[in-house]
């Protein structure tokens, strides 16, 4: 039994080193290609805009020419500071050459290059946690506004419901409706905007003289208020009758 566990050990190493061969062999036989020696010595001597072309027209021919892509990739990285293109010609040659030994060292410089167009993008790693604050803040107030929207919705549905039952009530009293509803038989379903500090108790205080009606307030909002401490300064909550 151990005898053969030792030979499956040893059959995947070879596989394995088989594999790297052919990864490696494969990038050297890229590498001999004219234009990628053109593209490279062209980078050398300083005309890297020469040798970026000389790179898009290798891809546009061999689109998946693993070598170009990894030659693009470090002129890009190292060069030109293009972290964006440079990360995605690494992923190319990764999904051309999945086997390859510089897998770790492409896997660093993707991060390496994700770290930089961070950094382009929002500065440094302060700037980056007041984005991050103020993303979260806008975040907060899209909440409140979604909330207010959901219950002037239900302060909507709620006065047309009262509309239809005091029409279906004049219409058995034998009463003509014109289509409009008189001053004096408008339903009035209140509401009220939150404000900084408020709790349900303090809203029920204000509304109705008595912070024991907080849980009618709770019960007539649950849309909004998964709990009752879910108030936020703004929103705008229905008051039942």
Not at 159 to 173: F, G, H, S, V
Not at 213 to 226: D, G, H, S, T
């Amino acid at each position: 039994m151990k005898g053969a566990v030792i030979q499956c050990m040893i059959l995947l190493a070879v596989l394995a080193f088989g594999c790297s061969r052919q990864v490696g062999q494969a990038d050297e036989d890229e590498r001999d290609h004219p234009l990628m020696a053109r593209a490279y010595n062209l980078e050398q001597s300083g005309d890297l805009e020469g040798a970026r072309r000389i790179y898009k027209v290798l891809l546009e021919k061999h689109p998946d020419m693993g070598r170009a892509h990894l030659g693009l990739a470090l002129l890009l990285d190292r060069r030109e500071g293009d972290p964006v293109g440079a990360i995605y010609h690494y992923q190319r040659y990764l999904e051309v050459r999945p086997e390859t030994e510089k897998k770790a060292m492409i896997e660093g410089r993707i991060r390496s290059a994700t770290a930089a167009m961070v950094h382009r993008v929002y500065g440094t790693e302060a700037s980056v946690a007041k984005r991050l604050a103020q993303l979260e803040q806008e975040n907060r107030e899209l909440r409140v506004r979604c909330g207010n929207l959901e219950t002037r919705l239900k302060h909507s549905q709620l006065t047309l419901r009262n509309c239809q039952n005091r029409q279906a009530e004049m219409a058995d009293k034998g009463l003509k409706s014109s289509g409009l509803m008189p001053a004096e038989i408008r339903p009035a379903v209140k509401s009220i905007r939150v404000q900084k500090n408020d709790t349900l108790r303090h809203i029920a205080m204000r509304a109705y003289g008595s912070q024991t009606r907080w849980k009618e307030i709770y019960e007539a909002n649950r849309n909004v208020l998964e709990k009752p401490e879910d108030v936020r300064n703004g929103q705008i909550l229905v008051l039942p009758e």
